[in-house]
């Protein structure tokens, strides 16, 4: 115990003696500090409000403690169809990686759990609803059209954890919160898990929950010092270039690569295909089957490179991801911060480099400001430019709304772009086509993925805030 009486050991945290072989099996030596102070709270049953994300362990920090009490408790009138927990994110991946954390720590248990999220044939999960289920892990669309079909039974749900609920609001989920919410029994326990709190959160939030105990672990707007970070100056059209050069001069095995658009992504993917790179990219617009294909290779370690948008690579766990690479730096600053957070994770040593346009030192000035480091520049002097430049290039990111274009300084001139450009379609006003680019991006290709924008709204609200969030003195109860 330490003298705040958080448990630091797990043995403190008297988790049934299945659960601790379970932890044991995982390697795991001591809880996280999510998961010492959402432990106890959750253990005596009352409602939590958590400002953790992705990376600090909080999964565990609320399945643990639900696996004991379910497991301590057995239903009263067990039903099929009719789950005693249920578990939203926003995402399939991570209400699949939840799942798969709900099995691994679960597995000396006789609780059964299952996941259903969209984008995949239903009737295998209606099949799964005809038998008990203990816990569901879901994502709000597809779990309101087992209700449509009356497939699916939320009367018998006691533990109700909205995991990353900023981003299911951000995405656009809130209607079918409160959807769910008025189908859940008055009496239940709720567990609510954000990484940043706005003014619609702390909403949502003071509806949800009775007397809340508070957890608030460190935002990771400090960047893990695991993570050795770097810039490069590079001209957008060479970019890829520029990447495919660092993964075969390297030997990089596996490699997230984060790009603005999904059109982007997709474009990446194929040209490091033709480098002789095997990639793929994951996005909202790719079916879930290829988006679990690729995701179960990139893990595996048989593809390589995985190309993503911020909004699909929300909540992904790759143990030990060794390089993560912006290939475009992202115009919110903390999602530079989540997206280095895929690297250097439990307790391994990550890279994470950024590919930059002048055109984005703008981004670059915010994202430094925000984590309080000036993020080394680094030439790499092996990498010679094509001489046959392409013709389709894409263009860097936009600067937003009334921030300045740079003037890029000789030490910031991407690399490949000279002073006095030897090809004008380098420094070419956006939007302005060059002779040699065919085709501009169109509108639709350079448009990022929806969700980014109400994303960014309600980021927008929430910025000024120092601290994540404190807790109310008094909540209301009922709602
Ligand atoms: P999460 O924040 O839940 O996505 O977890 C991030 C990663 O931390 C996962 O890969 C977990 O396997 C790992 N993890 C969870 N709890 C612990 C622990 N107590 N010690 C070490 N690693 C952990």
């Not at 391994?348 to 670059?364: K, R, Y």
């Not at 000036?374 to 030439?379: D, E, K, S, Y």
């Not at 936009?398 to 890029?408: A, F, I, N, S, V």
Request: net charge positive; hydrophobic share 35%.
């Amino acid at each position: 115990m330490t003298n705040n009486n958080t448990v630091t050991t797990f043995a403190g945290l008297n988790l049934a003696e299945p659960l601790m072989r379970a932890i044991n099996d995982s390697g795991y030596t001591n809880p996280t500090p999510v998961q010492a102070q959402a432990i106890p709270l959750v253990l005596k049953g009352g409602d939590l409000l958590a400002g953790a994300q992705t990376g600090t362990g909080k999964t565990a920090g609320f399945t643990l403690p639900i696996l004991h009490l379910l497991n301590a408790k057995p239903a009263a009138h067990p039903r099929a169809g009719a789950p005693r927990c249920l578990i939203l994110t926003p995402t399939r991946e991570l209400a699949a990686q939840v799942e798969e954390s709900v099995k691994t720590y679960g597995k000396y248990l006789a609780l059964r759990s299952e996941v259903m999220f969209g984008g995949v044939n239903i009737n295998p999960q209606i099949k799964a609803l005809r038998s008990q289920i203990d816990i569901l892990v879901a994502t709000p669309g597809r779990l309101l059209d087992h209700v449509g079909q009356k497939t699916l039974d939320l009367s018998s749900v006691e533990i109700l954890v909205l995991d990353e609920a900023d981003r299911m609001l951000d995405m656009g989920f809130i209607r079918d919160i409160r959807k769910i919410l008025a189908l859940l029994p008055k009496q239940r326990q709720n567990l609510l898990f954000s990484a940043t709190f706005s003014e619609e959160i702390k909403t949502l939030a003071d509806g949800l929950l009775h007397n809340p105990g508070f957890v608030e672990v460190a935002r990771r707007n400090t960047t893990s010092e695991l993570v050795s970070q770097s810039v490069h100056m590079v001209a957008q059209k060479l970019k890829s270039h520029l990447l495919s050069h660092l993964i075969k001069h390297n030997d990089w095995k596996q490699v997230l690569v984060f790009t603005r658009t999904k059109h982007g992504a997709n474009r990446l993917a194929e040209k490091l295909n033709s480098d002789g790179i095997p990639a793929a990219a994951i996005h909202g617009n790719k079916s879930q089957g290829a988006r679990t294909k690729a995701l179960s290779q990139f893990k595996d370690g048989t593809l390589p490179v995985l190309v993503a948008t911020d909004i699909a690579a929300r909540g992904l766990d790759i143990d030990m991801l060794p390089h993560v690479v912006n290939f475009e730096l992202p115009n919110i600053p903390e999602d530079y911060v989540h997206r280095i957070g895929r690297t250097g994770r439990a307790g391994s040593n990550g890279s994470a480099i950024s590919l930059v346009d002048s055109e984005e030192l703008q981004h670059l000035k915010n994202i430094e400001r925000l984590i309080k480091t000036q993020i080394p520049r680094v030439t790499i002097d092996s990498f010679v430019p094509p001489t046959h430049i392409p013709a389709d290039a894409p263009r860097p990111p936009r600067p937003q709304q009334g921030q300045k274009r740079h003037t890029p300084t000789k030490g910031n001139r991407p690399q490949g772009q000279a002073a006095k450009p030897r090809n004008p379609a380098a420094t070419k006003p956006q939007g302005a086509k060059t002779p040699g680019q065919a085709h501009p991006p169109s509108r639709s290709q350079a448009k990022p993925e929806p969700a980014k924008y109400l994303s960014e709204a309600a980021r927008h609200q929430a910025m000024p805030q120092p601290a994540l969030f404190s807790p109310k003195p008094s909540v209301r109860r009922g709602k």
